[in-house]
């Protein structure tokens, strides 16, 4: 299931001076907020994070008390998430495993984690619902269990290319592309409708909670005001009412849903917590 993205080629250098920008600030900060409501008041519980990269998720993890597991195809990215963790003294409840979303049940046993992170991974994976999968079986069957998932949005790819790059052509072919080209990792990434990865999810054996839009409009601005660095807790503070709004987080870059695993209640009664 390794695709080129999970060879570990990525530059884990230039994926950290991203991160540092406004857009992948408002990525990673804007999918933390939301994840964050629904994390459970357990001590000690186990994360995992699924393609963690650089260690921006897994360090606050950290500091909520959880203990993470770090899996990266990466060499280069677990020795950043290293460096991140030994800075936030915080070496001790991070994990660092090498390893690509495809062997996670190989790697792991069953109930093993209360919370899963895998954000912007299924994008670049084979059968991406293998991947969902895995993530459901490894969940402890508890009430309080959560999965966070980040991919990419069909309607984002269009309106980047229409508005940003003013690439008509483009704009029209991502209507119904199967994938586009990752600038960042120079790589095909997959991509999603909102609907498609609720079903996605659902037939992973995994209930979903909530939904949210990642980067509703920044990404269409002209890139002078998005990178002003004095807007940017307004940028974030607007980007997160948007895209906990169905109608506006419809047209955002990035799809974030929250998910637990099924249970006899949640079958029986179609209620979530």
Not at 57 to 85: H, N, P, Q, W, Y
Not at 110 to 125: K, L, M, Q
Not at 145 to 162: D, F, M, Q, T, W
Not at 250 to 268: E, F, G, K, T
């Amino acid at each position: 299931m390794k695709s080129p993205a999970q060879s570990g080629s990525i530059d884990a250098q230039a994926y950290g001076d991203y991160l540092r920008t406004v857009p992948g600030r408002l990525r990673a900060d804007l999918g933390w907020e939301y994840l964050r409501s629904f994390l459970p008041s357990e001590p000690d519980a186990a994360a995992l994070d699924v393609g963690g990269g650089t260690g921006d998720m897994a360090v606050r993890l950290a500091e909520c008390g959880f203990r993470v597991t770090v899996l990266d195809v990466s060499a280069a990215m677990l020795a950043e998430t290293e460096r991140a963790s030994k800075e936030a003294n915080l070496r001790h409840r991070i994990t660092l495993v090498h390893g690509d979303a495809g062997q996670l049940p190989h790697l792991f046993s069953p109930a093993s984690f209360t919370v899963i992170v895998c954000h912007n991974v299924i994008e670049f994976v084979e059968r991406p619902v293998e991947v969902l999968q895995a993530i459901s079986s490894l969940l402890v069957r508890r009430d309080n269990a959560v999965a966070s998932v980040i991919v990419r949005n069909r309607a984002g790819e269009i309106l980047s290319a229409a508005l940003k790059n003013g690439d008509l052509v483009a704009a029209e072919k991502n209507l119904t592309a199967p994938n586009v080209r990752a600038k960042l990792l120079d790589q095909l990434a997959a991509v999603f409708t909102p609907r498609e990865l609720r079903e996605m999810v659902a037939s992973a054996g995994l209930n979903p909670l909530a939904e949210f839009g990642i980067r509703v409009f920044s990404d269409y601005l002209p890139e002078q005001s998005v990178n002003e660095g004095s807007n940017y807790s307004t940028l974030l503070a607007l980007e997160r009412k948007l895209g906990a709004q169905p109608d506006f987080a419809a047209i955002a870059r990035y799809i974030q849903i929250i998910a637990c695993p099924h249970s006899l209640d949640n079958q029986v009664t179609g209620q979530t917590r």
